[in-house]
């Protein structure tokens, strides 16, 4: 079983915000609107957030991509009451739509506040609208209910689908998520942490790899090369 | 047979029909309940989009609610049940006021966490597919055990009065009187199953006591779990447990100096008994600024710099306000109140209570918002904020209301003083014996 993770070069990202576009058309995330982004509300799978050290004129501004972190010791699918939220058996922490109830307490366990509540129904423009992605995997979530990015778990579906329609061993690199894809500045690897042989394993143990908020134990799968 | 008690007429004075008065007053709880429910039925339409919620305060005024219902329902157990156990006899006048306060306050706290829900009708998957691992789960066992167990708990120490009303009251009407036959479940007041019914409070009183202080313990927990700053701590569940009942204790209080005051019942609430809760108000008020000053201090010497943005956030930040008045409303006023100015003073006991009662409910506040506005990654997501939107303070106020109103209903129906409890003579356990001086049994 391969244990999915991503390693993101912050050298190499220049916040062009791509991912966060891709990720967007991918997996059908509501457009909130300007009014209620400002309130919190808006739902991005996918943010790349400015990291701000120092005060003007000594500032260090350190641009930081953020899908969800897929920890390995989840702090979120531990406080689910009606197991909505679970870990699967490669490591990639999805939502049953189907099942939650809403209570948000995931959302307020999660340390990096990576998961989103479908406060309305969800909107799209007009011009939008007719771009969504037929996938019904990533149907479009009904109000009441939380979402996160889910590392696109329907391309790694359709990947598996697609090898076994060719009679061929799926292979890890036939799965990207969107983000991954899509990255202008190539700074998004994708792969199997477990083999040992994989690109993303090799840079996850590289001297420049960190993880965010590590010492909350929560191991997460997403690692940053140290930007400089 | 019934016990005798020399108040029985006074006690059994407020059960009449209800009056114009009445009628008004349940006009206007009534219906500022239906206002708060058009209102959830709004928000479970539009979606919850309506409250002031968001990313990341994704807990608001509902879960504050939440929380303040289920420490006001440690009233009741507080006095009938560990007071029973200390033996403490002071009580007994004050029980069923009390334990009603916590069967009315119970359903609305679960209300509280309904409305909070964003799939309220899909509260069933807790039972379908819970899990222990959550401390939702915790809650949801200890809450409704504690709400299961106070309701057997009430109506069998209502049992007896039931069968008296039955017997007393015969001018009610026919559907009240059938009522209470059902209700009184054909007791006939024999010495034995007075002596049963004391052995089964007793035995009760124990578990209750357990339940009382798991169910705030769990409460707290529901933060306590999390890795958030300022909610991660070993105290929270003590002292989340500690408001609770101070807050309970002061809402007796309150309770108490209204029906004195409306049912004329002086001679049966008398000021003594308020003199002993004074007591019990000043060691839960010293004993809250003492975890008080345990927690922030902890906190603060540690000076570890996610949990410093949140307390620095209470103390001088956007939240200082209500930090610093809720020290003055359930610490710094009360207690000054309660020492100098409220011995055989009603008036400032209830001035003291009102102002715990609003402070605990700040403090819930405090105690919740502040840790979700700053969260770990604050320096990239920024700080959070939260406004409540008029839908949250409207399903507050019909909470509320809804507990009034089904604490003044009770109270027309049913003897709001234990009349066999405070009675000086039980049926006696000897069939023919000479009458023994028997004080009401107690669990002393």
């Known amino acids: ?228 | 047979m019934h016990p005798e008690n020399k108040h029985e007429k006074l006690i059994l004075k407020p059960i009449h029909r209800p009056t114009t008065s009445d009628r008004i007053l349940w006009f206007i709880l009534g219906g500022i309940f239906l206002l708060g429910l058009s209102a959830w039925v709004r928000q479970y339409v539009i979606g919850l989009g309506v409250t002031g919620l968001n990313r990341p305060v994704y807990w608001g005024v509902y879960i504050t609610n939440f929380v303040f219902f289920i420490g006001l329902a440690h009233s009741g157990t507080f006095i009938s049940a560990i007071l029973r156990i200390a033996g403490q006899g002071w009580r007994k006048p004050l029980t069923r006021a009390a334990e009603a306060i916590t069967l009315f306050s119970l359903p609305f706290g679960v209300a509280s966490i309904l409305a909070d829900m964003g799939r309220p009708e899909r509260v069933f998957n807790i039972i379908f597919f819970g899990r222990y691992q959550s401390p939702i789960l915790w809650d949801f066992t200890a809450v409704g055990l504690y709400f299961l167990s106070s309701i057997v708990f009430f109506y069998l120490s209502l049992l007896p009065d039931i069968a008296l009303c039955r017997d007393r009251l015969t001018n009610a009407p026919d559907w009240q009187r059938r009522m209470y036959e059902i209700l009184a479940l054909g007791w006939q007041g024999h010495p034995e199953q007075f002596h049963r019914l004391e052995k089964v409070l007793d035995g009760m009183a124990i578990f209750m006591t357990m339940l009382v202080v798991t169910v705030h313990t769990v409460v707290s927990w529901m933060f306590g779990m999390t890795l958030q700053p300022g909610w991660h701590t070993a105290l929270i569940g003590p002292f989340f447990l500690l408001g609770a009942i101070l807050s309970g204790t002061a809402a007796v209080v309150i309770a108490l100096a209204i029906l004195r005051k409306v049912y004329k019942l002086e001679e049966v609430l008398h000021i003594g008994l308020f003199n002993s809760i004074r007591k019990l108000l000043i060691t839960f008020t010293l004993g809250w600024i003492y975890m008080m000053i345990a927690e922030h201090l902890t906190i603060g010497y540690g000076n570890m710099k996610e949990e410093m943005v949140v307390l620095l956030d209470k103390f001088t930040g956007t939240y200082a306000t209500i930090f610093w008045s809720m020290a003055l409303l359930v610490f710094g006023l009360p207690v000054l109140i309660l020492i100098f100015k409220a011995k055989n003073n009603i008036g400032w006991m209830v001035t003291a209570s009102i102002l715990i009662n609003i402070g605990m409910w700040l403090e819930r506040y405090i105690v919740i918002i502040p840790s979700e506005v700053s969260p770990r990654l604050l320096p990239v997501m920024g700080q959070g904020i939260y406004l409540p939107t008029a839908t949250e303070w409207l399903i507050t106020a019909a909470w509320f209301a809804g507990m009034f109103l089904l604490y003044t209903t009770f109270t027309r129906f049913f003897p709001i003083i234990p009349i066999w409890e405070t009675a000086e003579h039980l049926p006696e356990i000897e069939p023919e014996g000479a009458r023994v001086a028997q004080t009401a049994p107690t669990g002393d």
């Open chain 1, 1 to 228: 079983m391969p244990r999915w993770g991503m390693v993101i070069d912050l050298d190499k990202c220049f916040a062009c915000q791509s991912c966060t576009a891709a990720c967007r058309m991918e997996n059908n995330t509501p457009i909130a609107g300007p009014d209620q982004a400002i309130l919190g509300r808006a739902i991005l799978w996918n943010e790349v957030l400015p990291f701000l050290e120092g005060e003007y004129p000594l500032v260090h501004a350190t641009m930081i991509p953020r899908p969800c972190m897929h920890c390995d010791n989840p702090p979120c699918t531990a406080v689910c009451p009606v197991r909505a939220t679970y870990k699967n058996e490669e490591g990639i922490v999805v939502v049953d739509y189907q099942r939650c109830i809403g209570c948000r307490m995931c959302t307020v366990a999660c340390p990096y506040a990576i998961r989103y509540f479908n406060w309305f129904p969800p909107e799209w423009p007009q011009a939008l609208k007719q771009h969504l992605n037929p996938d019904p995997e990533v149907a479009p979530r009904p109000k009441g209910v939380v979402e996160k990015c889910t590392f696109c778990i329907q391309r790694l579906h359709r990947a598996r689908e697609k090898a076994a329609a060719e009679g061929r061993t799926f292979q890890a690199t036939d799965y990207m998520p969107a983000c991954v894809q899509t990255c202008t500045g190539h700074a998004r690897y994708f792969g199997d942490l477990d083999d040992p042989n994989s690109l993303v394993s090799k840079l996850s143990h590289s001297p420049r790899a960190f993880r965010l908020l590590e010492e909350l134990g929560t191991e997460p799968k997403v690692y940053y090369l140290k930007q400089g």
